[in-house]
């Protein structure tokens, strides 16, 4: 399906598109084009700039350089609304409506039919709400409460609502994050009633199965910039997701073997597994093993499942089905002190908001968890705390002005350290990291790479998830690749390097899958085959 | 995460504003001292500062509860309800004596702590509307056990701890009441500063979050801190009845909730938790009894003291507001 290659100018469209936030370039000289009637996806991992740039579209935010066309016109959305009156409307992941009134009242809100008298006119705008949902095929009861209905429906309300609100733009921020897969087709084919009006679709999703059923078109961002424009069936999968990565296929040779994961397994039996891992909507049916001395490398793509899988384990998340076990013993899922309790620790994605306590010291952050331990009937002994801040600041080469200094004036390298002591103390089995270079500088970044090697020295068992494929592939001696929420393979010994984990992330279960579990959609025939055999030969 | 991250620097240790966050609430009293040794006379003499400590003692132990459920990023408007509880609770079993009589009001407040706790802590009820259903109904409950009847107490051991002092008719007598208060004052700034508990507490106020992800038993912490704050405020309720020599549920710490906050947050505590400073707190409502008692002796009417308060809080809002905003 090519683009139509019209006169008419692109309904919207963005040219040089430049958005800073305090010195951070968000968005770089972007240029977007979207057309009537198709369905473009709008791709990139977290922090390409997909949200900034939705929102510079429908005035949430004002670009600090290019400008914005409606139709070919240069216009300025001051509000949301705005954006919205001129035809560009939103549907967030999270419905974004009133949940205590009536459907009717939803689609009609701030513009209710009115009785002469300027009362709303009920009667009428039951009527019509019930139209319009007949037309998508979407049979409820209009007075009912929106929250009654299931989320499915309820974000259908919310499409109807754009589309009566004379939309010419929907743009669709993950729409099936929450939906069942019977809700997903519905979705699906009120997409395709838009598209037939001449509505513009632009999806945003990190499924890649739905993205290749769904869109004609990409434009891919990465950090800040638009690295590709073009019909998604000229774009393999694997080539999609080594744009948005950043890696290309012909670079990804194994660094040498440098590599800063070094293999320590041995025939231990393994301290953790993990078996049936399921939440849902989340993950389903995750399995994991792991050995004394072994890091594990937990690779995919956004919203694949990654930090969840890490919370199941850390007894932060509860389960629906599944279960933990350290050294033989089932760990009492959901509650954080068993697993710690049991020695399965987990350093959070998000330092600032999960990790470190701001106000508190050094000291404090790093004897947080410990402090029980190192405590005498209730009254916690300084001199047992200085032994060990002292021994973890020195080991880790915490940059601090003393113990005593305010974590949160520290850089971030030194509060994920101090995070990691925090653990150490513990002496855990098993340490979960959840992007543990994020936003941290070069130098502390191959500070905490050779300290994990380290630990994993020592026996710690590691499981390292980072969106980075080079520190999964460099760092970990096996790589289980989720999707979706489930396994979808798992790469060992050589398997381990940057193409393998690419096929895996973009969806191309080849021979390099040890897990037999697939996903049905990706059997279609026009997923693409030229890529799997150029692999076939190389590998 | 491509969000912009502002980063805002704390006001350094020299800054005016610095100094005023960290010492303003002694600076304050020292320049109201000042501003009474040269303009109010009999100001500095043993029996006023006396009178003033005594009076300033229900609120005091009050506010020390106050600072840490305050420390959890939580707050306590039942605190006047157990008074009056503690209040109504005496009467009933003076017979057996104090000791008895003190710790079943103790008891009774703790149970009214459990509440709030539960409220906050299990089923996650903001703080506010927790302590606040208590404030109503703790006072009714009060007055139901009370009968609604205002009656005196003549138990020797009540009035002694109401009126008596430690070295009796010496000119540094230092009135029972002032002991406990002082004895409360050091065990909750151990507690605070010398033991787990404490350092959790103060860790759950800074990031409940982070504190849950550390494994720390939050719900169990968060249950207790307000227990402690209901006995506390029990004990104040003793105190105050065994002052006015009569038990007085309708009345007894009315609005004492407000005083209390008052003085925790002047005292330097901020209300987005995550710091308990009990000196900043005992000074906070050394502070308010007295702006109270300056205005008194000059014939100020009462009411200028109140919009004296207000003005007092706002300032002390004010200047803790750059701390806020660093979270």
């Known amino acids: 399906m090519e683009s139509p290659l019209t006169d008419d100018p692109p309904v919207l469209e963005a040219r040089g598109v430049t958005k800073r936030f305090a010195g951070v370039t968000a968005l770089d000289n972007v240029n977007f084009e979207l057309r009537a009637g198709e369905s473009l996806a709008l791709m990139g991992e977290n922090g390409a700039g997909k949200s900034t ?70 009667k009428r705008m039951y009527a019509d709400a019930r139209a319009l949902l007949d037309t998508y095929g979407i049979d409820v009861d209009v007075r009912r409460p929106l929250r009654s209905l299931a989320l499915g429906v309820q974000q259908m309300v919310a499409l109807a609502r754009a589309v009566s609100i004379n939309a010419k733009v929907v743009i669709m921020d993950e729409p099936t994050s929450s939906l069942e897969a019977r809700e997903v087709e519905t979705l699906f084919s009120v997409i395709g009633l838009l598209r037939q009006q001449g509505i513009a679709i632009v999806y945003v999703s990190h499924r890649m199965d739905e993205i290749y059923r769904v869109c004609d078109r990409a434009t891919v961002l990465r950090d800040g910039k638009v690295v590709h424009v073009g019909a998604l069936d000229a774009l393999p999968r694997m080539e999609l997701v080594s744009l948005m990565l950043g890696r290309t296929i012909e670079s990804s040779d194994r660094g040498g073997v440098t590599a800063f994961g070094s293999d320590n397994t041995s025939d231990a039996p393994p301290v953790l597994v993990a078996e049936d891992l399921s939440r849902r909507h989340q993950i389903d049916g995750i399995d994991i093993t792991i050995k004394p001395g072994e890091v594990v490398g937990l ?40 697993a710690i309790r049991a020695g399965i620790v987990m350093l959070p994605e998000d330092r600032k908001a999960e990790g470190i ?16 331990r190192l405590s005498k009937a209730g009254f916690s002994s300084r001199r047992n705390q200085d032994a060990v801040v002292d021994v973890f600041m020195k080991r880790l080469h915490i940059k601090a002005s003393g113990p005593d200094q305010i974590v949160s004036e520290l850089s971030g390298g030194n509060q994920q350290k101090v995070m990691i002591a925090r653990w150490l ?17 070069v130098g502390a970044k191959a500070e905490v790479q050779a300290l994990i090697d380290e630990l994993a020295g020592e026996g710690l068992a ?34 381990v390097d940057e193409e393998h984990l690419l096929a895996a992330l973009a969806g191309d279960a080849g021979e390099a899958a040890e897990d037999p579990r697939t996903h049905d959609a990706q059997t279609d025939a026009d997923a693409p085959t030229s890529v799997t055999d150029s692999r076939g030969e190389r590998a | 995460m491509s969000q912009a991250t502002v980063t805002i620097t704390l006001p350094r240790r020299g800054t005016a504003l610095g100094i005023m966050q960290r010492y303003g609430v002694y600076i304050a009293i020292a320049a109201l001292l000042i501003y009474n040794l040269i303009f109010t006379p009999n100001f500095f003499e043993l029996d006023n500062f006396r009178t003033q400590f005594v009076q300033v003692v229900p609120v005091m132990i009050v506010a020390l509860g106050m600072a840490l459920v305050i420390g959890t990023e939580g707050i306590d408007l039942s605190v006047g309800a157990v008074m009056a509880l503690a209040a109504a609770v005496i009467p009933l079993y003076i017979g057996y004596g104090l000791i008895p009589a003190a710790i079943l009001a103790i008891v009774v407040g703790a149970v009214v702590g459990v509440i709030n706790g539960s409220m906050v802590a299990f089923i996650g009820v903001q703080p506010i ?40 008719g010496e000119a540094f007598r230092i009135p029972y009441a002032v002991i406990v208060a002082a004895v409360l004052v050091v065990i909750v700034a151990l507690l605070v500063n010398r033991t787990t508990f404490g350092k959790q507490l103060i860790a759950i106020g800074g990031s409940r979050r982070a504190a849950e992800l550390a494994g720390l038993p939050v719900k169990r912490i968060l249950l207790l801190t307000y227990v402690l704050c209901a006995a506390l405020a029990a004990i104040a309720g003793i105190i105050g009845t065994a002052r006015l020599g009569a038990s007085v549920p309708s009345t007894l710490g009315n609005l004492i909730e407000l005083s209390a906050i008052t003085a925790v947050v002047v005292g330097g505590t901020p209300l987005t938790g995550g710091q308990v400073k009990v000196g900043g707190t005992v000074a906070g409502a050394l502070l308010l009894q007295f702006i109270t008692a300056t205005l008194v002796k000059h014939d100020v009417p009462d009411a200028y003291s109140q919009i004296t308060q207000a003005v007092i809080i706002l300032l002390a809002v004010y200047i803790q507001r750059g701390r806020a905003a660093v979270r």
């Open chain 1, 462 to 495: 590691i499981v390292l998830v980072s969106s980075e494929v080079e520190e999964v592939v460099e760092g970990s001696g096996r790589v289980i690749v989720l999707r979706d929420g489930e396994v979808e393979t798992v790469l060992t010994g050589a398997q």
């Open chain 1, 425 to 441: 103390a513990m002496s855990p089995k098993v340490l979960l990291l959840d992007e543990p270079t994020r936003g941290i500088d």
């Open chain 2, 129 to 168: 509307v927790a302590t606040l259903s208590l404030m109503v109904a703790g006072r009714g409950i009060a007055l139901l056990i009370a009968n609604e009847q205002l009656r005196s107490v003549t138990d020797p051991g009540v009035l002694s701890l109401g009126r008596g002092s430690l070295f009796e």
């Open chain 1, 53 to 122: 740039l939705i929102k510079v579209l429908t005035g949430v935010y004002q670009p600090d350089e290019g400008e914005i066309r409606l139709g070919g016109a240069v216009v300025t959305f001051a509000r949301p609304l705005d954006a919205q009156k001129a035809g560009v409307s939103t549907i967030y992941q999270e419905v974004n409506l009133v949940p205590l009134m009536s459907v009717a009242q939803n689609i009609y809100i701030g513009r209710e039919p009115r009785t002469r008298l300027g009362l709303i006119d009920f």
């Open chain 1, 357 to 372: 306590v701001p106000g508190l010291s050094v000291r404090d952050n790093i004897v947080l968890a410990a402090l029980p």
């Open chain 1, 299 to 338: 690779g995919g793509l956004l919203g694949s499942g990654r930090s969840e899988t890490l919370k199941a384990m850390a007894g932060v998340m509860q389960l629906d089905r599944g279960s933990v076990q350290i050294d033989g013993k089932t760990v009492r899922s959901g509650s954080v002190p068993a």
